[in-house]
């Protein structure tokens, strides 16, 4: 009996637990500012790329070729 008593005040399964879910909710936020500030920043290095005079892939690979 002693063994059943110490499961059921045994916390250290819940706190795992606990701590699992709030990596993950962590996880999806990071994901989510990682998704809404890469399309941002995509616009601006295409920005920057046109400025430069790059212009598209074509014009880059010409670039990179030398």
């Known amino acids: 009996m002693k063994i059943f008593a110490r499961f059921a005040q045994d916390e250290s399964g819940a706190t795992a637990i606990e701590y699992g879910l709030i990596a993950a909710l962590i996880s999806v936020g990071i ?7 890469g399309g941002g920043l995509a616009g601006v290095f295409e920005q920057i790329n046109t400025e430069l005079g790059f212009g598209g892939a074509a014009g880059a690979d010409a670039g990179a070729g030398g």
């Open 31 to 37: 994901i989510a500012a990682v998704s809404t500030l």
